[in-house]
Antibody, heavy 125, light 111 residues
Framework: QVQLVQSGAEVKKPGASVRVSCKASEYTFTRYAMHWLRQSPGQRLEWMGWINAGNGNTKYSQKFRGRVTITRDTSASTAYMELSSLRSEDTAVYYC??????????????????WGQGTMVTVSS | QSALTQPASVSGSPGQSITLSCTGTSSEVGSYNLVSWYQQHPGKAPKLIIYEVSKRPSGVSNRLSGAKSGNTASLTISGLQAEDEADYYCCSYAGSSTSVVFGGGTKLTVL
């Protein structure tokens, strides 16, 4: 069925980087934008950025700019999120989510209609 | 970036109707009809239940409805059921520099 399947939990030390993958199934991967969001324990959801899977265009939240990189492999229908210079405050569940409209034009974000199961990233020394 | 304000908790009895509020500003909720709502059960990923203020995705119960007035959006759940017990998050597009903002979530308890 139509789904997004993310990679497994990660434990990282402060200062390290983490890469989370998100594999899409049963829809045309390149017709949609993929977003990355995170949810720290007991906190609100935070949007991190998106990538248009077709042309590779990206946009990042100002909060994460310089530390986050979103890429995709169209042959594998997979999106990736890499977060660098990790600190304890980055401990969170990270989600990929598809944009309901499809490809993002003009930077307008509508809604997130299909979500991955989440990947727990723990940053601890 | 500014965030949307939601009540921390709301409760209701089975069969009742409840309304969850989501208050923003003229920078997001008040300027764009791009408010969405997500339901999240413990340990699960969020699920889209309302988009573009009042539209329901396919498969979402018609007991759920969304609306907006000025800078405040709302989600109404009628005929409360035990399965509605969850956390609910609102989200709004906030322009090209901020992109999107979320509310802090409302925990709905079905008594």
């Amino acid at each position: 069925q139509v789904q997004l399947v993310q990679s497994g939990a990660e434990v990282k030390k402060p200062g390290a980087s983490v890469r989370v993958s998100c594999k899409a199934s049963e829809y045309t991967f390149t017709r949609y934008a993929m977003h990355w969001l995170r949810q720290s324990p007991g906190q609100r959801l935070e949007w991190m950025g998106w990538i248009n899977a077709g042309n590779g265009n990206t946009k990042y939240s100002q909060k994460f700019r310089g530390r986050v990189t979103i890429t995709r492999d169209t042959s594998a229908s997979t999106a990736y999120m890499e977060l660098s210079s990790l600190r304890s405050e980055d401990t969170a569940v990270y989600y990929c989510a598809r944009d309901i409209v499809g490809e993002i034009l003009g930077g307008v974000i509508d809604a997130f209609d299909l979500w991955g199961q989440g990947t727990m990233v723990t940053v601890s020394s | 970036q500014s965030a949307l304000t939601q009540p921390a908790s709301v409760s209701g009895s089975p069969g009742q109707s409840i309304t969850l509020s989501c208050t923003g500003t003229s920078s997001e909720v008040g300027s764009y009809n791009l408010v969405s709502w997500y339901q999240q059960h413990p340990g699960k990923a969020p699920k889209l239940i309302i988009y573009e203020v009042s539209k329901r995705p396919s498969g979402v119960s018609n007991r759920l409805s969304g609306a907006k007035s000025g800078n405040t959006a709302s989600l109404t759940i009628s005929g409360l059921q035990a399965e509605d017990e969850a956390d609910y998050y609102c989200c709004s597009y906030a322009g090209s520099s901020t992109s999107v903002v979320f509310g802090g979530g409302t925990k709905l308890t079905v008594l």
